[in-house]
Structures are given as C-alpha cells and as structure tokens.
C-alpha cells in the first residue's frame, strides 16, 4: 500500500510517499530564511508560502519516485495542532487529490505523527511513553498503539522549542535557534548560569517553560549590563540552557514512568528531539530503566511529509480513514478522535 503525506502545519510545506512502511521519496521546502527576518513565524506568510509550493512539491515527488498519481492508495495530511491557515493549504489539497484519485484521506494528529515516523527507521514498541518537544507543543502520552494515545501531561504555557528560539534570538543566532544553541552548548559549562529547573515541585505531569525562557533573558541582559557577555559566556549560557530543559523533561519522563504500568519504551520526537542534550538524557533513563529507546535520526526529528505518510500508512492498515469533511485543528484545540473505519 502506498500512502501519499502532507505535511503544511507550521513553516515546512513537505510530501513524502510510503509503500508497506518504507519511505520511497520525500520533497521538502523550508521557509526558514523568510520567518527569520521576523525572528518566528508569521502566519499569513507561511500560509502563502504553502500555497506557493504545494503543487510543485507534488509533481516533483512523483517525478522522483517515478510513479503516476493512479498508484497512490490513500492520502494522509497533517490536521494540527499548527497553524489555522498552513493547515488549511495542505487539508484543502488532500481531499481535492483524494477526490480526485477516488482514495481515502486521513486526517493525522501532527503531534502523533512525530513519534510514530520513528518507525521509518526502527521498529515501534508498545506500550511505551512519548515526549514530543517541539517548536509549538512539549506533549507526553502513553500509547499502546498507533491509534491509542492517552496525553499525560501538556505544557501549560511556551513549549521549550520556544524557550530555544527567542533565547538564541536575543544571542543574535538566526530562527530557528534551536540547533545552534545545541551546538554552541557542546563546549560550554552548564554549571555557569543557574537555571530553574521550573514546575517540578508539584504532582502532575505537566511542563512550565515560559519562567526558564524569562531566566534566561534576565540572564543574558545582566551578564551584558556587567560587561561580562563575551563569546565564553554566550556558550555557556547555551549549555545551562540545554541542561536546564533536558534535565526538567528528563524529571517528569521518570515521574511518567513511575505512574504507568507495563511501559517498555520511551519514544522522544519533535524538532527539539535533535537537540544532542536531551537525546543523551532520555536515552540515558531508559537505559537506567532498561526499556527501548526509540527516536527519529536527527535529521528527522523536525517537520517532514515521511512522517505524516508513515502514520498514515499505519492508521490506513488498521482500516482508518475520515470523511471528507474533517477539520483542521488550530494549536490550542485537542485533536478529535473522529476516525471511522471502512466497515
Ligand atoms: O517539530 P518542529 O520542526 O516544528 C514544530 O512543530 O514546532 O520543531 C521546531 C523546533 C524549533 O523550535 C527549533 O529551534 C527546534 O525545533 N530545534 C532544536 C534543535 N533542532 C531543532 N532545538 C534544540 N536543539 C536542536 N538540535
Ligand atoms: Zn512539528
């Protein structure tokens, strides 16, 4: 089974095709450089930008798959959380080519989709905890399937691709900041700023981050108003950074572990997934509680089309699909449970 995914959520328009669980081709254009003018996304932009590119983005992914629109045997897109407009480019286009082909649309949970593209290069174990860090969302859920997600626990304010992006802003590093405040950590000291551990010091299972990203700035502007900001310190405020949100995502994970029966794997996703820190410390947990580790590679952690096509390919083979009128969920709305199956 072949399954086309679309991926239009935030500022990446990108579409991949999956046959049997193996990703055959993927096309991708970022607009990165555009929203970095604004230091983060503007919506109205990313949406024509989406717009802009969709079609074209389809034929090449054809051309380079060498395989003609008829052997598409459904088509998933990313529903939200994202952005209401991008969303609405990449929605409206799947269900006109799914009309158009005859095929069934799925509708998919973006934030489900970045854990379960890890299975593009290694297989899936269940039940197990996912943490989802990205630009937009810091999620943890149990899961026992690919249609079985509990939600554990949400940030209640910034989510920490947030606290990455408007720190490394007022450092001067281009958005996104998140990959070069990683790499600028790796020989700092993450002993040399104190950064809160923040929203530990409670029962639940949800995060805090807007309070670390205020730090943080406090931070920088002090070492700044005492003539103390040189490039040492902008390294080592990259690493206290990188620690500071590893180590409290790490805190609630254990707790997470704690509570649920069962959990054989911890699968980390979303773009702040990259981020070489928290990779070490969550893979350092599940080795400490001897269960699987399970992350996309790198390079997949951030929005991409293989892995919306992959979840789609897994909810197709279990019989999903939606009707033509599915919504798309702006950020802020849970995602429905409203699939139906063929029979
Ligand atoms: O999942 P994603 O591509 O988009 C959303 O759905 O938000 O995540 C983008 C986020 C950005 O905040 C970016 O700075 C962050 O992922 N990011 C990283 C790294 N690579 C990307 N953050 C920390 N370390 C990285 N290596
Ligand atoms: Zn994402």
Redesign the pocket.
């Known amino acids: 089974m072949i399954c086309l995914g679309i991926e239009t959520?935030?500022?990446?328009t990108s579409l991949a095709l999956v046959e049997d669980g193996r990703l055959l081709a993927q096309t991708l254009a970022t607009q990165a450089d555009l929203h970095a003018i604004f230091a983060g996304v503007v919506p109205e932009l990313a949406s024509r930008e989406h717009y802009r590119h969709i079609g074209p983005l389809f034929d090449q992914l054809l051309a380079s798959a060498a395989l003609p629109a008829k052997n598409i045997d459904c088509i998933a897109v990313g529903r939200g959380p994202?952005l209401l407009g991008s969303l609405l480019v990449g929605a409206a286009f799947a269900k006109a080519l799914a009309l158009a082909l005859g095929i069934p649309v799925i509708g998919v949970n973006?934030?489900h989709a970045?854990l379960l593209g890890a299975g593009l290069s290694q297989s899936l174990v269940y039940p197990a905890l996912g943490l989802?860090?990205?630009?937009?969302?810091t999620h943890l859920y149990r899961i026992d399937g690919p249609d079985r997600f509990i939600q554990l626990g949400r940030s209640l304010d910034d989510?920490?691709?947030?606290v990455?992006?408007k720190v490394?802003n007022e450092m001067g590093l281009s958005?996104?900041?998140?990959?070069s405040?990683?790499?600028k950590g790796a020989t700092g000291n993450a002993d040399a700023f104190l950064l809160p551990r923040p929203y530990l010091q409670n029962n639940n299972l949800d995060f805090s981050f807007s309070g670390l990203k205020t730090a943080a700035l406090c931070a920088i502007d002090q070492a700044k108003n005492n003539n103390v900001w040189d490039s040492q310190s902008e390294k080592d405020l990259c690493a206290s950074l990188?620690a500071a949100?590893a180590e409290t995502l790490r805190a609630k994970t254990a707790r997470a572990l704690s509570m649920q029966e069962g959990i054989k794997a911890i699968w980390l996703?979303?773009?702040?997934?990259?981020?070489?820190?928290?990779r070490m410390v969550i893979q350092e947990l599940a080795m400490e509680k001897n269960i699987k580790f399970i992350a996309p590679e790198?390079r997949y952690?951030?929005?991409?089309g293989g892995m919306i096509a992959y979840a789609g390919w897994l909810l197709r083979s279990l019989g999903y699909r939606h009707g033509l009128n599915f919504e798309i969920i702006p950020r802020g709305r849970r995602v429905p449970d409203d699939m139906t199956t063929d029979n």
Do not use: M, Q, R
Request: contains cysteine.
């Open positions: 959520s935030c500022d990446e994202g973006h934030l970045h989802v860090v990205s630009g937009g969302h989510a920490a691709g947030e990455f992006d490394g958005y996104p900041a998140g990959k405040v990683d790499e990188n949100i996703a979303g773009g702040v997934a990259a981020n070489s820190c928290l790198s952690c951030t929005d991409n």
